[in-house]
């Protein structure tokens, strides 16, 4: 498992009052960019002028438990759910704090595709590798789709 | 079917040159926004001040076919996929212009509640009156959950 | 004067129920794209791929007269207050409509830079004679700093 | 001197690949919302639904010395350039972390107004005594417009 921490800001919320519910993506997506720092161990702007991969979403879902209010702090729990070849599905739990009520779960799902093009391409063993560094999946985990 | 259109803007789009993947939520929901003031015919400031009924999200959910670049012109189609008693399924298609090409579908399942306390309860009639009066569904249509 | 519209969004309201402050430097910005693609007549994804130079921010300004809230719809008039030799001032006035009402005022000054090291350079002849050709300038000015 | 952290993420960032210019006003209010806080010893969710007076914008003003990427761990500093009878101007560094180079700074100025129509009103004292208890004013400060 994977955690960050982030604060409800004042031009998150929208006019019912309460976070706006595509907050909940960019709260874990910001979750997933620190992971995958650390996962391959580089300068985020770095990789993204360089790296000859990237991981574009394919799908993305929400469920939503209970209104986020300003201020409030959360935690945000990351996982991953599956590993296939060319993608990885992470699953997010968005917790209060310090309450630890659950308010909503995440699903990103991730293709790997080749900068130039788009084209679909397998997971990149450096991120495997970085994966099971961060203890995400086992370390005798097989890819397969 | 209820159908606006956007623009991608500048700030819109994230670090891998393409529009934040959230983004596609939010042009979704700006649809709805335009749809829910014809339904009601109703100004949606007043409405989000005066309503004792509001109608928060309770699910979302996004495929991506295609990376959408910035100045892109897309039209967006809202369909209602199923009304319920306490709930209304939004179905979205988000279409290059001038191309005709899908670049993704959006799901949007609203929960109706009152704004006291965010306690479920029936689709009000007005609501359910507005989706006949704009075609969204069929004028014989029951709801059930 | 080059004019653009915009409606006022659900998620660009905040906690105090009117549109952030910050909105506004984004809707003079996106008058300001939509300026920037006719005034070169080029497709802005590609400007931003291909072109050498580009027009960073400086300097931005706004004073607030009247919240702006859900649903208003509002006129952008971009005017250019001064062109400098490597720098261009544009003077922004955001309306209500159909009240015609001033909301507020934005400033805006962009920088022209090689795109290679973000070094100050000349605005390109291009760029002046997109201006000219929208009216912003008139026909005769010369440019200094 | 208040100071808070941020970095800057992946959705941030525009399409000439840098922190969208409009975000340096948001890293900053959200210092303000930090130092708000502490100051009122308060709950901003509660704040918000029911305190009498609020703190609007008036101006706010931005200057741009460097480009800011992803990734970038900022430092924002706060301080009270002038306290009014009516108003605050809050005058604030954005520093790059942990280089300790300025990318910017920011001026932004509240007005204090009643929640019911928005009206003028002096700065409430309890605003006056935490600015004092966080050391942003002098223990002797008058007001003055």
Known sequence: MFITRVRVRFHEI????????????QYCH?????MLARAL???LERFFRESTWMLPLV???SDYRM??????????????ARVGKTSVHFAYRIIGEPDGVERGKVTLVHSCVERQGFITRPLPDELIAGFKAL????PEVRRKD
Chains 1, 2, 3, 4 share one sequence.
């Open 14 to 25: 929208d006019r019912a009052g309460i976070a706006y519910f595509a907050r909940s993506f």
């Open 30 to 34: 910001e979750t997933f960019e620190d």
């Open 41 to 43: 161990d580089v300068d």
């Open 59 to 61: 799908h993305a879902e």
């Open 67 to 80: 209104p986020i209010v300003l201020g409030q702090d959360l935690r945000i729990e990351l996982k991953i």
């Open 135 to 138: 203890g995400l999946i086992p």
